[in-house]
Antibody, heavy 119, light 112 residues
Framework: QLQLQESGSGLVKPSQTLSLTCAVS??????????WSWIRQPPGKGLEWIGY???????YYNPSLKSRVTISVDRSKNQFSLKLSSVTAADTAVYYC???????????WGQGTLVTVSS | DIVMTQTPLSLSVTPGQPASISCKSS???????????LYWYLQKPGQPPQLLIY???NRFSGVPDRFSGSGSGTDFTLKISRVEAEDVGVYYC?????????FGPGTKVDIK
């Protein structure tokens, strides 16, 4: 059973870069066929997919955020990371990491971490 | 992007009674590989979403059989045959036939 756990700064100043990491346990992040995503949810609102990294290292980002997003993987630590630059208050949200088959559902989710953008 | 809509946006149900949620997509979710890329999630209060149904009608591991999914093309339905107190939360449909994956706006279900 895969388990995912987000970590990172819970408070980021406007214009700075949000950085989060998702540690994967119970399986290898390098396993074929799985993609690793970041999804966010502003307080009281719905879910927005940010992007994914595939086991091969290829990435795809939501066009709405593409210019500000970088997702990377650290296979030695079995974790993947999110960087979102030039943040504003609109980026305040609970950020989830999730895993699932490519083009398939998100089978496994982290518990989520609240990131607040404020000076 | 594909647009996902859900109706109703909120639902109050008596325990033991059925409930039904509709999800519509702006484009067909039927792929040339024969699969339909429509999923249902439940987000219980204070928790991350959990997968209920994949590819329209397949229950994910551990999901009670009171949950069922149906539909095709652009019109889909999630049904709960007999609502229980633990079923409260927000239900989301999601498409992944086309990137980016898009979630519906959610349907909030509570108990009368």
């Amino acid at each position: 059973q895969l388990q995912l756990q987000e970590s990172g700064s819970g408070l980021v100043k406007p214009s700075q870069t949000l950085s989060l990491t998702c540690a994967v346990s119970g399986g290898s992040i390098s396993s074929g066929g799985y993609s690793w995503s970041w999804i966010r949810q502003p307080p009281g609102k719905g879910l927005e997919w940010i992007g994914y990294i595939y086991h091969s290292g290829s990435t795809y980002y939501n066009p709405s955020l593409k210019s500000r997003v970088t997702i990377s993987v650290d296979r030695s630590k079995n974790q993947f990371s999110l960087k979102l630059s030039s943040v504003t208050a609109a980026d305040t949200a609970v950020y989830y990491c999730a895993g699932g088959p490519l083009a398939g559902p998100f089978d496994y989710w982290g518990q989520g971490t609240l990131v607040t953008v404020s000076s | 992007d594909i647009v996902m809509t859900q109706t109703p946006l909120s639902l109050s149900v008596t325990p033991g009674q059925p409930a039904s949620i509709s999800c519509k997509s702006s484009q067909s979710l039927l792929h040339s590989d024969g699969k339909t890329y429509l999923y249902w999630y439940l987000q219980k209060p204070g928790q991350p979403p959990q997968l209920l149904i994949y590819e329209v009608s397949n229950r994910f591991s551990g999901v009670p059989d009171r949950f069922s999914g149906s539909g095709s093309g652009t019109d889909f339905t999630l049904k709960i045959s007999r609502v229980e107190a633990e079923d409260v939360g927000v239900y989301y449909c999601m498409q992944s036939i086309q990137l980016p994956p898009i979630f519906g706006p959610g349907t909030k279900v509570d108990i009368k």
